[in-house]
């Protein structure tokens, strides 16, 4: 462990840390359940800087109590704190989220309760690659948000009333107001319990877009372009 400091007025401004720890025990905000890690490794920094606080990682890694190891990443976030909730601002990037270790402690980390809760519902595994999430307001109640990202191999279980997805790939954008987008590149996938159905449906591959929105009136609409399928018992476009 080796650690870094810059002082402004007396205070500390930043501080930066070179970390290689094994059983890691720590408190990351009162009231969570103690962080426990077998293994952490990377570069942590937090700043404060005029109003805006960011925290970055560099080459950071870790692996869970139960053996389940996040590859190493990038990441930085950041938040600017306004006159009012509504007022507030900030923004994640990442290079990979491995998605199957981050469930695994997202109960011990500061997330949004409703994160929380959603990792544990949908148990979801594959990777999010070159990712952003911003937004506008608390960040447990956002009033404006969206995210961008890159799709790989992502899993999730299935959950009322959405189906459980198994090797789903694709590019993603997705804004609250404006709706999303989705351009597929599913390989070796499946798709189970439908509603219609409770037969798994395996694909050997799905490509095409998927794009939603809201209308006018608040229904949903969703509108698909170019959409092929194909797997042992069919072939078939949309």
Do not use: C
Request: proline fraction near 4%; charge should be negative; charged fraction near 20%.
């Amino acid at each position: 462990l080796r650690l870094w400091f810059r002082f402004a007025g007396g205070v500390a401004t930043r501080v930066t840390a070179d970390v290689e720890l094994a059983d890691v025990q720590a408190e990351v905000r009162p009231g969570l359940p103690q962080l426990t890690l077998r293994h952490l490794m990377g570069r942590l920094q937090w700043q404060n800087d005029a109003g805006k606080r960011t925290v970055t990682g560099h080459d950071v890694s870790f692996t869970t109590q139960a053996g389940s190891v996040h590859a190493p990443t990038d990441f930085a976030v950041s938040v600017t704190t306004g006159a009012t909730d509504a007022d507030t601002r900030g923004e994640a990037t990442f290079t990979r989220v491995d998605l199957a270790p981050l469930a695994a402690v997202a109960s011990q980390l500061p997330f949004p309760a409703a994160w929380r809760e959603q990792l544990a519902a949908y148990a979801p595994y594959g990777a999010v690659n070159d990712g952003s999430y911003a937004w506008q307001g608390a960040t447990d109640a956002p009033t404006h948000w969206n995210a961008r990202g890159t799709l790989a191999d992502v899993g999730v279980a299935q959950h009322d009333p959405w189906p459980g997805i198994d090797r789903l790939s694709g590019v993603f954008d997705v804004d609250d107001q404006k709706g999303g987008l989705v351009n597929l590149a599913m390989r070796n996938g499946s798709i189970d319990d439908l509603g219609v159905m409770s037969a798994v449906i395996r694909f050997e591959r799905v490509d095409g877009q998927v794009r939603w929105r809201r209308d006018g009136e608040g229904a949903l609409r969703i509108d698909l372009k170019d959409v092929a399928f194909a797997n042992a018992d069919a072939a078939g476009a949309i």
